[in-house]
DNA sequence: TACCTTCGTTCCGTTTACGGAACGAAGGCT
DNA sequence: AGCCTTCGTTCCGTAAACGGAACGAAGGTA
């Protein structure tokens, strides 16, 4: 597009952001980078200039990669910030009974968060495998009753309550009282 | 991408959805394809065939367009709920020193919940009156050391740590840490 | 040691998105 | 009528994004 020598951004958001926040989403699911191009069905070398913000990817390549992340293309667009647009609620992951929308991401560099909102329809019960080590999630509770965490020793909180638990191990998530249960929940990711 | 023959899609959302929204905002201004072109520094055939859905953009392409158009990208890229036809700016608070960005609200009735992210840069500083009877705050910190809660009895914090109080009495928000402070704030209002 | 696998990067030929130019259509003006 | 401007699309040569293959490095196993 820009056919000038000095090859200037010309762009508000500089494509190498948006290829560290890759990577970062990558790694912080233990993923190679050949697995994840593997299952996005692009090319290692695509995947490589994306995250090196060598290239300039179009939105096809965008989309593959996102949607293999389990992410909304949001994450990867939008720094983080004041100012920043409303995040696209884009309900995602985790499957069938419980309803995850990730609200934001958080790229620290050493540590990356996510935060989700959860909704889980009353009796429902929803297991998450295994992270890998130094995972934690640490959950806000707005309504209802919710019982979470490690499945041989589940947390229990009501409304106004926190619960936190590494998530190295496989956990669930359950809405055993007569109501919905609604949530805000951080998953905190180290650099393995 | 997709060496097949046909030239099958192979994307969750329809390009033709992309365009289609670029097309609808632009009319909404009054521009023309020309203008829009012109303004945003990319060729008319580019900007036609975006949206046409004909082309697949790049990042740079839809950067140049959205910035022109003065929307973030998340306008064109995920479907506009019924009640969002325009992206409105984001409601921040507070004012000088503590950026809150409203995340989300749940009105449940009989209670009221906001969702926030706030971000300190180190060392400020902010009092917040008090609220009604019955306010209640709850923190998680992201990132930094935050020292937040009733000025006679404040709470410190850091990274995952969670933080809670009554905000019927003068309170307030501090970044004592040499880091800048990363959260997310709930604030629980019961009807009065 | 040798051998094998997997890592991320780089090379390379193909495909395609890019901007400029040319196009016909549709008004506006004298 | 003629002439001009602007509209959106299409043609076309160039630049670059693409996937596949080859690469060296690092770690595991025998």
Redesign the pocket.
């Given at each position: 597009?820009d056919?000038s020598p000095a090859r200037r951004p010309a762009l508000d958001t500089d494509p190498r952001d948006v290829g560290r926040r890759v990577r970062a989403l990558r790694e912080a699911r233990g993923l190679?980078?050949?697995?994840l191009a593997r299952r996005a069905?692009?090319?290692?070398?695509?995947l490589?200039?994306?995250?090196?913000g060598t290239?300039?990817?179009?939105l096809?390549?965008l989309w593959a990669v996102t949607a293999q992340l389990g992410v909304p293309m949001t994450a990867i667009l939008v720094e983080a910030g004041p100012g920043a647009p409303e995040p696209a609620a884009v309900p995602v992951m985790h499957g069938t009974a419980v309803a995850a929308t990730l609200l934001e991401v958080f790229d620290d560099g050493d540590v990356t968060y996510e935060l989700y909102r959860l909704d889980l329809p009353a009796g429902t019960e929803q297991v998450s495998p295994a992270h890998h080590a130094g995972v934690t999630e640490h959950l806000t509770v707005f309504a209802g009753t919710l019982r979470a965490g490690p499945l041989d020793a589940p947390l229990t909180g009501g409304p106004g309550d926190h619960l936190s638990w590494r998530s190295d191990v496989p956990h669930g998530y359950a809405a055993p009282g007569p109501d919905d249960v609604r949530a805000t929940l951080l998953i905190r990711y180290p650099r393995p």
């Open positions: 597009m056919s190679s980078l050949s697995e069905g692009v090319g290692k070398a695509t490589s200039g994306l995250e090196n290239r300039n990817p179009t096809e390549t």
